[in-house]
């Protein structure tokens, strides 16, 4: 199995994990959304701002084929990534996907504390207000494509850190 990759909602906490997680297991670090502004040298915000989603969409595309194109890495998506069918069907079958969750009070908690124009609305409404509904848009498709689900509002880093690890070495054995 190459590389281990994580999905979830936004503000789950798939960058602080994924950075412990890689730096546990002594793979590289890959995020995608970071990725993405890299090549295009600008910000989320700016460039949905400039080109809109579907744009935006496009480039994540390449960015998770890119990600995912060396094995011991540990990436953490965006958390729109999951709508790449196409792409996460192949992802998952050589790779170890881990769905982030959590409640949607922290959830609300969390992206109430975000910066302003950090993470751009993706519906029009305010991010807390959209929250539910594409939460509930996505939920099927975190479920589809993860090998694990793991309770990150509940745990602590270390904790999810952990739980990812073990099942990881679990699969190791069974997932070519
Ligand atoms: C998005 C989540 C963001 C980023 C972009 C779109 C989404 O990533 O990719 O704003 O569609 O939920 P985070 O999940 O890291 O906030």
Same mark, same amino acid.
């Given at each position: 199995?190459?590389?281990?990759?994580?999905?979830?909602? @936004?503000?789950? =906490? *798939? /960058?602080?994990?994924?950075?412990?997680?890689?730096? @546990?297991?002594?793979?590289?670090?890959?995020?995608?959304?970071?990725?993405?502004? &890299?090549? +295009?040298?600008?910000?989320?915000? &700016?460039?949905?701002?400039? *080109?809109? $989603? +579907?744009?935006?969409?496009?480039?994540?595309? &390449?960015?998770?084929?890119i990600? !995912?194109s060396r094995?011991? @890495?540990?990436?953490?998506? =965006?958390?729109?990534?999951?709508?790449?069918?196409?792409?996460?069907? +192949?992802?998952?079958?050589?790779?170890? !996907?881990? $769905?982030? @969750?959590? #409640?949607?009070?922290?959830?609300?908690?969390?992206?109430?504390?975000? %910066? &302003?124009?950090?993470?751009?609305?993706?519906?029009?409404?305010?991010?807390?207000?959209?929250? *539910?509904?594409?939460?509930?848009?996505?939920?099927?498709?975190?479920?589809?494509?993860?090998?694990?689900?793991?309770?990150?509002?509940?745990?602590?880093? #270390?904790?999810?850190?952990?739980?990812? /690890? /073990?099942?990881?070495?679990?699969?190791?054995?069974? %997932?070519?």
């Open positions: 199995m190459c590389c281990i990759v994580l999905i979830g909602y @936004r503000a789950v =906490g *798939k /960058t602080s994990a994924g950075r412990l997680l890689a730096d @546990r297991l002594e793979y590289d670090f890959v995020d995608t959304d970071q990725l993405i502004c &890299e090549m +295009q040298a600008a910000t989320v915000a &700016e460039i949905v701002e400039k *080109k809109g $989603w +579907q744009i935006f969409r496009r480039y994540e595309e &390449e960015a998770l084929r990600a !995912v094995p011991r @890495r540990v990436i953490s998506t =965006g958390g729109g990534a999951v709508l790449h069918q196409e792409v996460f069907e +192949q992802i998952r079958r050589q790779n170890f !996907v881990v $769905w982030l @969750r959590a #409640d949607l009070k922290i959830l609300e908690q969390r992206l109430a504390m975000a %910066k &302003e124009g950090e993470r751009p609305s993706l519906t029009g409404a305010s991010i807390v207000a959209e929250m *539910k509904d594409v939460l509930e848009q996505r939920t099927p498709l975190y479920r589809r494509f993860s090998d694990l689900a793991v309770d990150s509002g509940k745990l602590d880093i #270390d904790s999810v850190v952990a739980e990812i /690890t /073990t099942a990881y070495y679990a699969a190791l054995s069974t %997932k070519t």
